[in-house]
């Protein structure tokens, strides 16, 4: 089993990715600059930056290391934007983090530390501390940079511990308390209006603050911001800007840039006047503008590739299996190996040519990692975080397999069916119904296999697939069914049996909400118009599979809440946009809910929907008349009025 934590291990061969960024927040002649590191939920950013920082922090180095003076002049500061998400205001726990963590820096004199001390003072954002001082973000933030020794320390506290620092060197037996500021009395009796002067001081001081430090560099890693809510995004954002003139500041934003795009929209097309909510061009012009301005180079973590993947699988089960000193000898090699050729797998025969003989554990599970990792790579779209947890639950199950004595259980079989269950949980549902009626050998297996399989069939042969079954001739479908191997003559009873009878819960960490989808579900259910139609925009940035994910957790919503309208409202507004498998979710929703706890409003937002969209009749009408013979409220709401046809 691996942890899911980012790591500066470099077994993805991204280390070229963070020396290509490197490369840029080193260069004075660059900044100030923010760089967006860009990627799909789970795609690597946090460990590209966690692997940039250890690389420009000059302590990492040995002291007679000639790479060490390079970086004595640049200061690396990390924020993790959805730690604090809970807090008041967002703008205030990062500029506070930055500049405690500043001030805390060991390669920064006395001097700065006072500045520090008086830019935590005067800074604009101080004053919302009046508002509940020891309950908004500073605590949080102080208590994070300290490590937590205390839950709720004040800024009097964070500046004594600045001054001591420097005064028991410079002042001997002087008693630092002397010097205290009794930052709470301060906050208290500010009464200055803000206004865009307190912006411009600030920057000014802090720009001053870097002069007169030897810091030539300071990089600023902002994380996680593409997990918190639209609102913290756009207010970070915000606190980012006061920095974008400053000299010798670079920003490195590891996000989604979908996820970033949208709180955009959201945050802006809701304030009334900036944006027609009707324009959706113009809306589309601010967002791109606002995200240039605040970003000047974006750049794309691409996903892996089959053959990445295999190797990355590989050096995690090497990773297991060997010795320490065995596994960093390998990991050399690795990097050698990408040096010279960045395309192919540093798999089975390059492990052995560098180990000699392998342990048959390791044997085995490289031949695996080369068997599976197309399916693998085609299931999870090349995401290195969803590989690692596939495999833990893959793992799981050979375990339960091994204990159950089911020593006929193939991995490329097992792998295949998990990453249906993934992708597609309906289908798989509806392949262990097929299944289980059929002694484990269901026969529409058989058929799609026959019209889309060689020799004699075609993976594009969508029409052959939907006379089989129209839920089976999806893209995805119809290449899962091609896949090798086949299973038109496998036993996938003892197969279920893993899945479904003793290991229901075992994907459930494969397949967590990426936090676009978790965003659009969460608007879609808020009942606010604005972010419905928000959501719905955005849905077309979806990629099918997240289509899917996202369907499915709006029926899992409504069979948990069947009373709460808001779930059957997102699946009806998405059937209005004619968005892919819609109406198939809103006809279960219909037909598998207790039709006594559906609103009955439901019944006349889908007769309105039938109205609008006659061609709907063929799937909603049996359920509909289903329902009216039902004595319940939505009953009564579907059936004709008098003088009603």
């Known amino acids: 089993m691996w942890s899911d934590n980012e790591t500066t291990l470099d077994l993805l061969g991204f280390k070229v990715h963070a020396n290509l960024v ?69 703008k205030s726990a990062l500029l506070s983090s930055v500049l405690l963590q500043l001030g805390k820096n060991e390669r920064v004199g006395p001097k700065i530390r006072h500045q520090v001390a008086s830019l935590l003072e005067s800074v604009d954002w101080m004053r919302l501390a009046r508002l509940g001082f020891k309950e908004i973000a500073l605590p949080a933030a102080l208590a994070y940079m300290t490590g937590g020794v205390s839950l709720l320390p004040t800024i009097a506290i964070a500046a004594k511990a600045l001054f001591e620092i420097d005064q028991k060197k410079d002042e001997g037996s002087v008693d630092a308390s002397t010097k205290q500021i009794n930052w709470e009395d301060i906050l208290k009796s500010d009464k200055k209006p803000s206004g865009p002067m307190d912006v411009r001081t600030f920057r000014d001081r802090f720009s001053q603050m870097l002069k007169d430090s030897d810091i030539e560099s300071l990089v600023i890693f902002i994380d996680d911001l593409d997990r918190c809510s639209p609102e913290r995004i756009v207010e970070n954002l915000e606190a980012i800007k006061l920095f974008l003139s400053v000299d010798r500041t670079a920003f490195v934003i590891g996000a989604d840039p979908r996820i970033i795009r949208y709180a955009i929209a959201r945050i802006y097309s809701s304030n009334s006047g900036q944006i027609d909510a009707g324009n959706e061009q113009a809306q589309t012009d601010i967002v ?28 995690l089960f090497c990773q297991q299996l060997l010795e320490k000193t065995e596994f960093d000898r390998l990991h050399q090699a690795l990097e050698s190996h990408r ?76 792998v295949k069916l998990m990453v249906l269950e993934y992708v597609r949980p309906d289908q798989f549902n509806q392949l262990f119904n097929w299944q289980s009626t059929q002694d484990g050998l269901p026969v529409e297996i058989q058929l799609l296999e026959k019209v889309l399989c060689p020799p004699d069939g075609d993976m594009h042969n969508e029409k052959g697939a939907k006379e089989v079954h ?122 598998t809910c207790p039709s006594d706890q559906i609103p009955p409003a439901v019944g006349t937002d889908v007769q309105l929907l039938l109205r609008s969209k006659p061609d709907l009749k063929p799937q909603l009408d049996p359920v509909l008349a289903k329902l009216k013979t039902t004595n319940t409220m939505i009953g009564a709401a579907l059936k004709p009025r008098k003088g009603e046809k």
């Not at 390079?70 to 200061?75: G, H, L, N, Q, R």
């Not at 180079?297 to 295999?310: C, D, G, I, K, N």
């Not at 375990?399 to 490329?412: F, G, M, P, Q």
Request: hydrophobic fraction near 40%; aromatic fraction near 10%; charge should be neutral.
């Open 22 to 90: 490197r490369s840029v927040v080193t260069d004075i002649n660059l900044l100030p600059i923010t760089i967006g590191v860009f990627g799909d939920w789970g795609g690597g950013k946090t460990s590209v930056m966690k692997m940039l920082q250890r690389d420009i922090t000059p302590e990492n180095y040995p002291v007679n290391s000639q790479e060490r003076p390079k970086y004595e002049k640049v200061v690396s500061l990390y924020f993790n934007g959805w730690l604090f998400e809970g807090y008041d205001d967002a």
């Open 339 to 414: 040096q010279r050729d960045m395309y192919s797998v540093f798999g089975y025969g390059a492990i052995e040519a560098t180990l000699g003989s392998l342990p048959p554990e390791l044997s085995s599970s490289l031949t695996f990692c080369a068997l599976t990792a197309p399916l693998i790579t085609e299931g999870l779209k090349g995401n290195p975080r969803q590989v690692k947890r596939f495999l833990n639950a893959f793992i799981l199950r050979k375990k339960l397999a091994e204990i159950a004595k089911l020593t006929h259980i193939k991995d490329a079989t097992l």
């Open 470 to 591: 129209p839920d089976w001739a999806t893209t995805f479908t119809r290449k899962w069914i091609a896949m090798e191997p086949y299973l038109a003559k496998e036993d996938l009873r003892d197969y279920f049996w893993i899945a479904r009878d003793r290991m229901q819960s075992t994907l459930s960490g494969v397949s967590l909400i990426p936090p676009l989808i978790r965003q659009i579900l969460e608007d879609l259910l808020s009942g606010n118009a604005g972010k419905r139609n928000q959501a719905l925009k955005s849905i077309g940035q979806l990629q099918a599979d997240e289509t899917t994910i996202l369907i499915h957790s709006l029926i899992k919503h409504i069979k948990r809440y069947p009373n709460d309208k808001n779930g059957f409202d997102g699946l009806r507004l998405m059937a209005e946009d004619n968005v892919a498998g819609s109406i198939d979710a809103l006809v279960e929703a219909l037909s």
């Open 288 to 315: 791109t503008d606002y995200l240039e301005k605040v970003i000047q180079v974006p750049y794309q973590l691409p996903r892996l590739s089959p053959a990445e993947v295999e190797t990355y699988m590989a050096m």
